[in-house]
Structures are given as C-alpha cells and as structure tokens.
C-alpha cells in the first residue's frame, strides 16, 4: 500500500541524505545505527510498557532505512553488499519490534493469549520477506500481497502510539490485524509462485 509513495518519502529524504554525505558518513554506517537504534528502543521501552515513546522513538530511527538507500543512490555507492546488509538489518529491527510487544503482552499487558497474537504477527513477518527472497532465486516473482513491510511497521507503530497514550484496544487490533494481513501476504506470494512454476513445468518437463 506504501509502496506507491516511495518515490514521494525519497525526494523528501533528499536534503537529509545529502548533509549526511557532506558530514562523511557512510550509508552503511546510517544503516547500522538505525537498527541499532530501533533494537534498543523496543528492547528498553516496550516491555516496560513505556508504549508511545518507544513508538517515536523507533520512528525516528525507522526513518533512517529510507535515508541510507537514497545517501547510496547520490553517492554512487550503491552495491549488492548494501542491499544485503540492509534486508537482512531490516528483519533484525522488525523481529525486535514485534519481540518487545510480545513481551509487554507477557509483563505490563498482562495476556498471554495476545502475545501469542503478536508472535505470530512476528512469524509470518519474517517469512513474508523470505518468500519473496526465495522465490527470486529460483528465477520466479513474488512481489506485492496485501501487506508490505512499510504497511506492518506503520500499523504496529501506530497501534503502539494509540496505545500508549490511552486508546483502548489499539495494540490488540494492530497485532490482528498484521498477524491476518502477514499470513493472507504469504499465502498470496505462494499461489503466485505455484503458479509460475506450474506453467514453467508444462513448458520445460523435468
């Protein structure tokens, strides 16, 4: 859903990225400290229930995987390391988001049932990308389905900043609704590639 506004987010990233490089930092340097940065924010505030400030401030640091792939696109510096380094930094901050939710369910929230929800909200998230990955390197397509990783992150940050500041119910419908949204995303991405397989086995036989 996200995705057509890439172009959009990077043009404003622009300015940003381009002090960035004057300073002499690397992309790689930027992509390193966001992740960073978004481990240590859901490992320190989520399970205290410190909800909407671990939100912010794991925004902030989201924002910088948007910056560093625009510093290395000005740079001339982009490489199949970076974009290596990148995916896989992305599904370390996105396991320790859902992770840090789980683990508020369990202490603060108070409800096992919920932090089963946001495991497997957390499951199905790590293995949409990996479908896609995996799919690719057979030589097939298994891009789109109804959520990508902008849509989850934007929906449990959301959900976590409701929360936080009082909104009844807003984590619990977040944690559903990306554990639906991230199961239907790779069923989609499945039957996508069964499909391609299928008509690539009538043309080539084994």
């Known amino acids: ?10 043009a404003m990233l622009t300015p940003v990225a381009k ?4 300073l002499g930092i690397s992309p790689d340097l930027v992509t390193l400290g966001g ?6 924010a859901a ?7 410190w909800l909407w400030q671990g939100a912010l401030i794991i925004t902030l640091f989201v924002i910088s995987d948007s910056i560093d792939g625009q510093m290395a696109k000005l740079s001339g510096r ?6 290596f380094l990148d995916s896989s930094l992305d599904r370390l901050g996105d ?7 789980a683990l508020w369910f369990a202490g603060p929230g108070d409800s096992v049932l919920w932090a089963g929800v946001a495991l497997w909200a957390l499951v199905w998230g790590q293995v949409t990308p ?5 799919a690719e390197s057979l030589g097939y397509t298994a891009n789109g389905g109804l959520a990508a990783r902008a849509d989850r992150i934007l929906i449990i940050l959301l959900g976590l900043l409701l929360g936080g500041l009082g909104v009844p119910y807003a984590i619990e419908v977040a944690v559903t609704l990306l554990a639906v949204a ?23 036989p084994a």
């Open 35 to 40: 992740t960073a940065g978004v481990v240590l």
């Open 130 to 134: 990996y479908v896609k990955a995996r």
């Open 182 to 204: 991230s199961t239907v995303t790779v069923l989609q991405r499945m039957l996508k590639v069964r499909r391609q397989a299928t008509g690539k086995d009538h043309v080539e």
């Open 1 to 10: 859903m996200l995705e057509r506004f890439r172009g959009a987010w990077a």
């Open 78 to 83: 982009q490489s199949r390391w970076g974009a």
């Open 43 to 49: 490992a320190i505030c989520l399970p205290q229930g």
């Open 19 to 22: 002090l960035l490089l004057r």
């Open 95 to 101: 396991g320790a988001v859902f992770a840090g939710v």
